[in-house]
Protein backbone atom coordinates (compact mmCIF):
# COMPACT_ATOMS: atom_id res chain seq x y z
CA UNK A 1 0.00 0.00 0.00
CA UNK A 2 2.48 2.40 1.13
CA UNK A 3 4.61 1.51 -2.64
CA UNK A 4 0.80 2.73 -4.78
CA UNK A 5 0.70 5.41 -2.64
CA UNK A 6 4.42 7.13 -2.74
CA UNK A 7 3.45 6.73 -6.68
CA UNK A 8 0.29 7.94 -6.57
CA UNK A 9 1.81 11.18 -4.71
CA UNK A 10 4.83 11.36 -7.06
CA UNK A 11 2.75 11.09 -10.29
CA UNK A 12 -0.49 12.50 -8.86
CA UNK A 13 -1.31 14.33 -11.97
CA UNK A 14 -0.87 11.86 -14.28
CA UNK A 15 -2.66 9.21 -12.09
CA UNK A 16 -5.80 11.91 -12.15
CA UNK A 17 -6.41 12.33 -15.65
CA UNK A 18 -5.86 8.36 -16.43
CA UNK A 19 -8.20 8.02 -13.78
CA UNK A 20 -11.03 10.69 -14.50
CA UNK A 21 -10.89 9.50 -18.03
CA UNK A 22 -11.07 5.65 -17.47
CA UNK A 23 -13.78 6.76 -14.26
CA UNK A 24 -15.88 8.70 -17.31
CA UNK A 25 -15.51 6.14 -20.41
CA UNK A 26 -15.54 2.88 -18.63
CA UNK A 27 -19.72 2.54 -19.93
CA UNK A 28 -18.67 4.20 -23.57
CA UNK A 29 -17.85 0.60 -24.96
CA UNK A 30 -21.82 -0.07 -23.90
CA UNK A 31 -22.75 3.09 -25.58
CA UNK A 32 -23.93 3.91 -22.49
CA UNK A 33 -22.29 7.51 -22.77
CA UNK A 34 -20.00 9.01 -20.11
CA UNK A 35 -20.13 9.68 -16.61
CA UNK A 36 -19.53 13.17 -16.08
CA UNK A 37 -18.32 12.46 -11.83
CA UNK A 38 -15.06 10.43 -13.40
CA UNK A 39 -12.82 13.74 -12.21
CA UNK A 40 -14.57 14.33 -9.09
CA UNK A 41 -14.25 10.35 -8.00
CA UNK A 42 -10.75 10.56 -9.67
CA UNK A 43 -9.59 14.05 -7.75
CA UNK A 44 -11.17 11.99 -4.31
CA UNK A 45 -8.91 9.09 -4.70
CA UNK A 46 -6.01 11.02 -6.02
CA UNK A 47 -6.33 13.21 -2.77
CA UNK A 48 -7.26 10.80 0.03
CA UNK A 49 -4.11 8.74 -1.79
CA UNK A 50 -1.42 11.58 -1.97
CA UNK A 51 -2.73 13.25 1.40
CA UNK A 52 -5.49 11.41 3.25
CA UNK A 53 -8.25 12.32 5.24
CA UNK A 54 -6.59 15.77 6.05
CA UNK A 55 -6.09 16.56 2.06
CA UNK A 56 -9.39 15.56 1.35
CA UNK A 57 -10.80 17.63 3.78
CA UNK A 58 -9.40 20.76 2.34
CA UNK A 59 -9.85 20.04 -0.88
CA UNK A 60 -14.28 19.36 -0.20
CA UNK A 61 -13.73 22.83 1.41
CA UNK A 62 -12.37 24.56 -1.17
CA UNK A 63 -15.05 23.14 -3.38
CA UNK A 64 -17.92 23.62 -1.67
CA UNK A 65 -16.32 27.34 -0.62
CA UNK A 66 -19.75 29.72 -1.92
CA UNK A 67 -17.61 33.19 -2.14
CA UNK A 68 -18.67 36.70 -1.09
CA UNK A 69 -19.44 38.15 -4.18
CA UNK A 70 -22.78 36.67 -5.88
CA UNK A 71 -22.69 38.83 -8.72
CA UNK A 72 -19.94 36.52 -9.85
CA UNK A 73 -22.76 33.69 -10.21
CA UNK A 74 -24.99 36.00 -11.87
CA UNK A 75 -21.97 36.39 -14.73
CA UNK A 76 -21.24 32.76 -14.40
CA UNK A 77 -24.80 31.98 -16.00
CA UNK A 78 -25.08 34.89 -18.03
CA UNK A 79 -22.29 34.11 -20.20
CA UNK A 80 -23.20 30.74 -22.08
CA UNK A 81 -26.70 32.46 -22.09
CA UNK A 82 -25.42 35.22 -24.24
CA UNK A 83 -22.91 33.01 -26.16
CA UNK A 84 -25.41 30.54 -27.05
CA UNK A 85 -28.40 32.90 -28.02
CA UNK A 86 -25.92 34.80 -30.49
CA UNK A 87 -24.70 31.82 -32.01
CA UNK A 88 -28.53 30.82 -32.88
CA UNK A 89 -29.61 33.74 -33.90
CA UNK A 90 -26.34 34.37 -36.54
CA UNK A 91 -27.94 30.65 -37.52
CA UNK A 92 -31.24 32.03 -38.33
CA UNK A 93 -29.01 34.55 -40.38
CA UNK A 94 -27.57 31.84 -42.40
CA UNK A 95 -30.72 30.18 -43.27
CA UNK A 96 -31.13 27.33 -40.58
CA UNK A 97 -34.28 26.36 -39.58
CA UNK A 98 -36.27 24.79 -36.70
CA UNK A 99 -37.18 21.84 -36.91
CA UNK A 100 -39.99 22.44 -34.55
CA UNK A 101 -41.82 25.10 -32.59
CA UNK A 102 -39.78 26.29 -29.27
CA UNK A 103 -40.71 24.62 -26.33
CA UNK A 104 -39.42 27.32 -23.73
CA UNK A 105 -40.32 25.08 -20.60
CA UNK A 106 -37.58 22.24 -21.97
CA UNK A 107 -34.86 24.23 -19.47
CA UNK A 108 -36.94 23.61 -16.76
CA UNK A 109 -37.77 20.42 -17.49
CA UNK A 110 -34.41 19.39 -17.80
CA UNK A 111 -33.04 20.87 -15.02
CA UNK A 112 -33.82 18.63 -12.13
CA UNK A 113 -31.66 16.03 -14.15
CA UNK A 114 -29.51 18.23 -14.96
CA UNK A 115 -28.50 18.51 -11.37
CA UNK A 116 -27.28 15.12 -11.19
CA UNK A 117 -25.91 14.31 -14.66
CA UNK A 118 -24.57 17.07 -16.08
CA UNK A 119 -21.08 18.12 -16.64
CA UNK A 120 -21.26 20.30 -13.61
CA UNK A 121 -19.86 17.38 -11.76
CA UNK A 122 -16.59 17.46 -13.82
CA UNK A 123 -15.49 20.51 -11.99
CA UNK A 124 -14.46 19.66 -8.84
CA UNK A 125 -11.86 17.49 -10.43
CA UNK A 126 -11.04 19.31 -13.64
CA UNK A 127 -10.90 22.96 -11.49
CA UNK A 128 -11.08 22.26 -7.88
CA UNK A 129 -8.09 19.90 -8.21
CA UNK A 130 -6.26 20.07 -11.54
CA UNK A 131 -6.01 23.86 -12.57
CA UNK A 132 -4.66 24.64 -8.85
CA UNK A 133 -2.23 21.47 -8.97
CA UNK A 134 -0.57 22.79 -12.31
CA UNK A 135 -0.88 26.43 -10.70
CA UNK A 136 1.61 25.12 -8.22
CA UNK A 137 3.26 23.17 -10.90
CA UNK A 138 3.72 26.52 -12.96
CA UNK A 139 3.91 28.87 -10.70
CA UNK A 140 2.28 32.23 -10.42
CA UNK A 141 3.77 33.93 -13.44
CA UNK A 142 1.11 34.85 -16.42
CA UNK A 143 3.04 32.37 -18.62
CA UNK A 144 2.61 29.61 -15.45
CA UNK A 145 -1.66 30.21 -15.70
CA UNK A 146 -1.42 29.91 -19.58
CA UNK A 147 0.97 26.80 -19.25
CA UNK A 148 -1.77 25.71 -16.63
CA UNK A 149 -4.95 26.75 -19.06
CA UNK A 150 -3.24 24.95 -21.89
CA UNK A 151 -2.99 21.72 -20.59
CA UNK A 152 -6.27 21.48 -18.59
CA UNK A 153 -7.56 22.43 -22.27
CA UNK A 154 -5.48 19.44 -23.93
CA UNK A 155 -7.20 17.18 -20.93
CA UNK A 156 -10.76 18.24 -21.30
CA UNK A 157 -10.30 17.97 -25.15
CA UNK A 158 -9.42 14.56 -24.69
CA UNK A 159 -11.76 13.73 -22.11
CA UNK A 160 -14.55 14.63 -24.86
CA UNK A 161 -13.39 12.38 -27.80
CA UNK A 162 -15.74 9.52 -27.17
CA UNK A 163 -18.41 12.42 -27.52
CA UNK A 164 -17.10 13.52 -30.65
CA UNK A 165 -16.71 9.93 -32.06
CA UNK A 166 -20.31 8.93 -31.14
CA UNK A 167 -21.49 12.00 -32.64
CA UNK A 168 -23.06 12.96 -30.04
CA UNK A 169 -21.15 16.66 -30.40
CA UNK A 170 -19.21 17.87 -33.14
CA UNK A 171 -15.79 17.86 -34.27
CA UNK A 172 -15.56 21.55 -33.76
CA UNK A 173 -16.07 20.92 -30.28
CA UNK A 174 -12.48 20.49 -30.20
CA UNK A 175 -12.43 24.21 -30.89
CA UNK A 176 -14.51 25.03 -28.50
CA UNK A 177 -13.42 23.03 -25.59
CA UNK A 178 -10.31 24.56 -26.01
CA UNK A 179 -11.44 28.26 -26.02
CA UNK A 180 -13.88 27.43 -23.15
CA UNK A 181 -10.98 26.35 -21.05
CA UNK A 182 -9.47 29.87 -21.01
CA UNK A 183 -13.16 30.92 -19.55
CA UNK A 184 -13.13 28.15 -17.03
CA UNK A 185 -9.78 29.72 -15.70
CA UNK A 186 -10.48 33.59 -16.10
CA UNK A 187 -14.18 32.84 -13.85
CA UNK A 188 -11.97 30.51 -11.61
CA UNK A 189 -9.19 32.98 -10.89
CA UNK A 190 -11.73 36.10 -10.75
CA UNK A 191 -14.21 34.81 -8.28
CA UNK A 192 -10.81 34.22 -5.74
CA UNK A 193 -11.20 30.34 -6.73
CA UNK A 194 -14.91 29.62 -5.89
CA UNK A 195 -15.47 26.48 -7.59
CA UNK A 196 -19.11 26.12 -7.35
CA UNK A 197 -19.30 29.30 -9.92
CA UNK A 198 -17.55 27.63 -12.17
CA UNK A 199 -19.70 24.40 -11.45
CA UNK A 200 -22.68 26.65 -12.31
CA UNK A 201 -21.37 28.12 -15.49
CA UNK A 202 -21.08 24.48 -16.85
CA UNK A 203 -24.39 23.54 -15.77
CA UNK A 204 -25.91 26.47 -17.59
CA UNK A 205 -23.65 25.76 -21.00
CA UNK A 206 -25.37 21.97 -20.53
CA UNK A 207 -28.64 22.98 -20.27
CA UNK A 208 -29.44 25.78 -22.44
CA UNK A 209 -26.78 24.75 -25.68
CA UNK A 210 -26.68 21.30 -25.05
CA UNK A 211 -29.95 20.12 -24.27
CA UNK A 212 -32.46 23.23 -25.17
CA UNK A 213 -30.73 25.44 -28.05
CA UNK A 214 -29.04 22.39 -29.73
CA UNK A 215 -31.90 20.75 -30.21
CA UNK A 216 -33.59 23.35 -32.53
CA UNK A 217 -31.43 22.13 -35.46
CA UNK A 218 -30.45 18.96 -36.96
CA UNK A 219 -28.33 17.80 -39.96
CA UNK A 220 -25.57 20.99 -41.26
CA UNK A 221 -27.74 23.48 -39.59
CA UNK A 222 -26.68 21.75 -36.18
CA UNK A 223 -23.49 21.14 -37.95
CA UNK A 224 -22.93 25.02 -38.60
CA UNK A 225 -24.59 26.02 -35.26
CA UNK A 226 -21.43 24.11 -33.53
CA UNK A 227 -18.73 26.35 -35.32
CA UNK A 228 -20.46 29.38 -34.80
CA UNK A 229 -20.26 28.57 -30.86
CA UNK A 230 -16.83 27.38 -31.48
CA UNK A 231 -15.97 30.56 -33.27
CA UNK A 232 -17.84 32.84 -30.57
CA UNK A 233 -16.12 31.02 -27.39
CA UNK A 234 -13.10 31.34 -29.35
CA UNK A 235 -13.24 35.02 -29.69
CA UNK A 236 -14.41 35.61 -25.81
CA UNK A 237 -11.10 34.17 -25.15
CA UNK A 238 -9.59 35.63 -27.13
CA UNK A 239 -11.07 38.73 -25.44
CA UNK A 240 -9.87 37.49 -22.20
CA UNK A 241 -6.52 37.39 -23.23
CA UNK A 242 -6.59 41.44 -24.70
CA UNK A 243 -8.29 42.24 -21.37
CA UNK A 244 -6.90 40.36 -18.92
CA UNK A 245 -3.61 39.54 -20.13
CA UNK A 246 -1.59 35.89 -20.05
CA UNK A 247 -2.65 35.97 -15.88
CA UNK A 248 -6.25 35.87 -16.71
CA UNK A 249 -7.03 37.28 -13.94
CA UNK A 250 -4.93 35.52 -11.63
CA UNK A 251 -3.46 37.44 -8.21
CA UNK A 252 -0.46 35.54 -6.62
CA UNK A 253 -2.17 35.73 -3.51
CA UNK A 254 -4.95 33.81 -4.04
CA UNK A 255 -3.09 31.26 -6.28
CA UNK A 256 -1.21 30.56 -3.21
CA UNK A 257 -4.21 29.64 -0.69
CA UNK A 258 -5.90 27.92 -3.96
CA UNK A 259 -3.27 25.96 -5.00
CA UNK A 260 -2.22 23.59 -2.48
CA UNK A 261 -4.85 20.35 -1.18
CA UNK A 262 -2.30 19.33 1.45
CA UNK A 263 -2.35 21.90 3.92
CA UNK A 264 -2.90 19.30 6.73
CA UNK A 265 -5.94 20.76 7.58
CA UNK A 266 -5.44 24.33 7.20
CA UNK A 267 -8.57 26.54 6.32
CA UNK A 268 -8.30 27.99 2.81
CA UNK A 269 -8.37 32.07 2.90
CA UNK A 270 -9.52 33.80 0.14
CA UNK A 271 -9.82 37.05 -0.94
Known amino acids: MKTVTAFVKNNSFVVFVVLA ?17 GPLLAALLVVGLS ?16 GRDWRWYAIAAAIPLVITFIAARLNFLLGAELVAPIDWTIPFKALPMMLVFSGMWEEPGWTGYALPHLYKRFGPSPAGTLSATLVMAVVRMGWHLPLMFSGRIYWSDIVLVIAAQFVFTWLFNR ?8 MLFH ?5 I ?14 VQLSW ?4 LWSLMALGLLFLDGFHLGRKPAVQADVSDVSLAGQPLKVE
Open 21 to 37: YIFSWWLVPLNAGMLPV
Open 51 to 66: DGKAGVKVWGSQVVRR
Open 191 to 198: TGGVVLAV
Open 203 to 207: LMNNV
Open 209 to 222: SGVFVGGWFTGTDW
Open 228 to 231: LLAG
